[in-house]
Every structure is written in structure tokens, then in C-alpha cells.
């Protein structure tokens, strides 16, 4: 009975990762099953989050999901969790592997941090953010993929995060402008290469957006490798799917600049049989 139960949380959280992130599940689909779930349960609380402001279209509302997730974490670290199969799946993760709560937290407060958005000024401000809506979500994911050095990859594994983020803004500019009002691109460097809110509206792919496109894809690029150069470190059964997780998000910016640097009007993704040909 117990097994029975545990096996419908854990596939609550599967289902979660295959609506939201089928490149993100095809590529950790490929850990022992243990492990794979583990990363599936984490996928699934980040979703929650993210969805609990995305999905508000009030801030009060917003807020109030925020810290009522705040709160039921809170009641998780103490071990007096809310009966759900997120939060069961939880439960199971943490009784099997050594992990930290605390990028948890960081995660929420990411979240927060959309809810009272503002452009970040710089790229360092850009990182920071970066760092809590995903690096969190490496260092979450690390006692699971470096059983052994999980302690010494913290920033390999919080640079993935922030780059796999940075790839994600340079995806949506145009989603998160037009129909969230927001624009993640710093504001140093928008001024730096000319590229102004104007032309954002005016839906305008110019050598200046390029320039400033390509500035950031470059400093992802160069995470990326930074932390491919530390991949000899993480357990053995998951260097591939991690590398496949690199991999898949990196190639997004290729894509990308395939179609001209369309992110404005266009959904960039990485096609099934493309997919497959990183696998190999």
C-alpha cells in the first residue's frame, strides 16, 4: 500500500515535467529510475511556484500563493508536510538522498522577485537573478547527480542554472514583453547597444538587437562550458543525461539563430529528431 502510494506521487510529478518541459524530461529521463523521479519531484515544486505567480493575475493573489508555498515548506522542514503528492514525493527525495533545503527557499524568493519586477540594471543583476529561479534549482538537484562531491559543485552546478536561465530569457523576449510586460534584458546593456523599449515594441530585429543578443548567448555559452569542464566530477550514471540537459538547452540558441534571431513573434524550440542527434 505504501509502494502504491508512493509510485502515484512520484507519477503526479512525472506528469508535471512531461505538460511543461519535454526537453527537460527527455533529458533526465535517462537516470536510474531512483534518481530520475528525484528529479522529477524537484521539477515539480519549481513548476508549482512558477505557476503560482504566472498564473495570478493579481499581485495580492501572487503574493499570497508565494508565502502560502513559503509556509508549507516551512511545515515540510519540520517534518509536518501537507498530505499531497508533491509533498510526499518530497519527503521520499530527502529521506533518500542528502539534501539541502535552503535552494528551496532561494527558488521562492526568484519567484518573488518576478512578482515586484523591474529590469535588472546590469548583467551581474541579471545573474543574481538567474541564480534564484535556477541556479537554485542546480544546487537542488546536485545531491542527486554527485552523490559523492555534491559539496565541491556548488558553483558548477549553480552555473548551469543561471546559464540554462539566461537561454530561456533569450528564448521568450518576445512572450515575456508582450504579454507579461517584462523585459529581462539588463538595462546597461540595452543603452550599451542601442537597442531601446521602442524598438522592443516595434517588434524590430536589428543589427543592434543582434549585437546585444548575441552579448548575452555568448556569456551562457561560456557558463556552459565552465561547468562542462567540471562534468568528470558528477556521478557516473548521470553525466550523460546531464550533458544531454546542457546540451538540449544550449542548442536552443542555435536554433534561435537560425530563424534569423526571432524571438520577438516566434516560439523557439528544439525539434524530436534534433532531440535525438544530441542524444547520439
Not at 546585444?212 to 550523460?240: G, P, Q
Request: proline share 3%.
Amino acid at each position: 500500500m505504501i509502494q502504491h502510494q508512493l509510485n502515484s506521487d512520484l507519477q503526479y510529478c512525472e506528469n508535471i515535467i512531461k505538460k511543461h518541459s519535454k526537453s527537460f524530461y527527455f533529458a533526465f529521463s535517462g537516470l536510474p529510475a531512483e534518481k530520475r523521479y528525484a528529479v522529477y519531484a524537484i521539477y515539480a515544486f519549481c513548476r508549482i511556484a512558477d505557476d503560482s505567480v504566472d498564473e495570478n493575475p493579481i499581485i495580492a493573489f501572487k503574493s499570497a500563493a508565494i508565502n502560502q508555498l513559503r509556509h508549507e515548506l516551512d511545515l515540510f522542514s519540520r517534518h509536518e508536510e501537507r498530505n499531497h503528492p508533491l509533498w510526499r514525493a518530497l519527503r521520499h527525495v530527502f529521506n533518500t538522498f542528502n539534501m539541502d533545503i535552503q535552494p528551496f527557499y532561494d527558488q521562492l524568493t526568484g519567484q518573488e522577485m518576478d512578482i515586484q519586477f523591474s529590469s535588472p540594471k546590469t548583467l551581474q543583476q541579471l545573474e543574481e537573478y538567474s541564480y534564484y529561479v535556477a541556479g537554485s534549482v542546480g544546487l537542488m538537484l546536485l545531491p542527486i547527480i554527485a552523490t559523492e562531491n555534491h559539496q565541491y559543485l556548488k558553483k558548477s552546478a549553480v552555473k548551469l542554472g543561471i546559464a540554462m536561465q539566461i537561454t530561456n530569457i533569450l528564448r521568450d523576449i518576445g512572450e515575456d514583453f508582450y504579454e507579461k510586460n517584462r523585459i529581462y534584458l539588463p538595462v546597461m546593456e540595452r543603452l550599451h547597444f542601442g537597442y531601446g523599449e521602442e524598438k522592443l515594441d516595434q517588434q524590430l530585429i536589428d543589427e543592434s538587437f543582434i549585437t546585444l543578443w548575441e552579448h548575452l548567448a555568448v556569456r551562457a555559452e561560456i557558463l556552459y562550458d565552465e561547468f562542462s569542464n567540471h562534468l568528470v566530477k558528477f556521478d557516473n550514471d548521470s553525466k550523460e543525461p546531464l550533458m544531454m540537459a546542457a546540451n538540449v538547452y544550449r542548442e536552443i540558441l542555435n536554433v534561435i539563430r537560425e530563424n534569423q534571431y526571432d524571438c520577438l513573434t516566434k516560439r523557439n524550440f528544439v525539434a524530436q529528431e534534433r532531440l535525438e542527434q544530441i542524444r547520439v
